[in-house]
């Protein structure tokens, strides 16, 4: 059962174009969500986040937005550039017991065409 | 960027042979996390710690175990590899519990088992 889902496993733009991401998610309970950037052999990167109580937080090119009753958060890129051609992962924060808990969703590839 | 040091950064090795990963960080953050990335499932949770020598069991810890004796240094083991664990596999750090702070990933570590 995955709570988090990327639906589009890839995404070609052109530069200075805007970049749209897609994520959804279905368990309610989350209440911290993040964006993260990965290049290949490295480790993700921490990018842009917004908690549950917020619908937008913008971070330079970088926009999240956040529909609640749509289970719904979106990653605006504007303009693109071709250093943002990467790998783009949205997680969920949920609690166990002990700890707080990330659920990743499976990760949009996007590449920014010169 | 966050202090976290990941060993062996590429790892072959046999079916049955038992393997051990090294996370290494120098930010003296209480929690620390094994995560596996395989292709259409994005990042999951192996285990936890949240304190020395406290650990705890994430979505897909069956095969593996953890051990940390001390604040930096958190260890996963494959007591007896298969080749379902090849994988890469991703250290991550936090510091407060429930806070906006972001887990840091360290860089991975590529292992195939034969």
């Known amino acids: 059962d995955q709570q988090v889902k990327q639906n589009s496993p890839s995404l070609s733009v052109q530069e200075g174009r805007i970049s749209i991401l897609n994520c959804d998610y279905t368990n309610s309970m989350f209440d911290y969500f993040l964006w993260y950037k990965k290049y290949p052999a490295e480790g993700p990167t921490f990018l842009i986040s917004?908690?549950?109580?917020?619908d937008k937080n913008e971070d330079g090119r970088f926009t999240v937005f956040l529909n609640k009753s749509a289970k719904h958060l979106s990653l605006h890129i504007v303009p693109s550039q071709p250093g943002d051609s990467a790998v783009y992962f949205c997680a969920a924060r949920g609690y166990s017991s002990k700890n707080e808990k990330l659920t990743f969703g499976t990760g949009t590839r996007l590449t920014i065409i010169p | 960027d966050a202090g976290i040091t990941q060993s062996p950064r590429h790892k072959v090795t046999e079916t049955g042979t038992p393997v051990t990963l090294r996370c290494h960080q120098t930010?003296?953050?209480?929690?620390m996390y094994w995560y596996r990335q395989d292709p259409g499932h994005g990042l999951r949770l192996i285990h936890y710690s949240y304190g020395v020598k406290d650990t705890d069991k994430g979505e897909v810890s069956d095969g593996y175990s953890v051990s940390r004796s001390k604040t930096e240094d958190f260890l996963l083991t494959l007591e007896s590899a298969t080749s379902s664990q090849t994988s890469v596999y991703f250290c991550?750090?936090?510091?407060?519990?429930?806070?906006?702070?972001?887990?840091?990933f360290g860089d991975g570590t590529r292992l195939s088992i034969l």
């Open positions: 991550a750090i936090s510091d407060q519990w429930g806070s906006n702070q972001p887990q840091h």
């Open positions: 930010e003296n953050h209480r929690y």
């Open positions: 917004i908690s549950s109580i917020k």
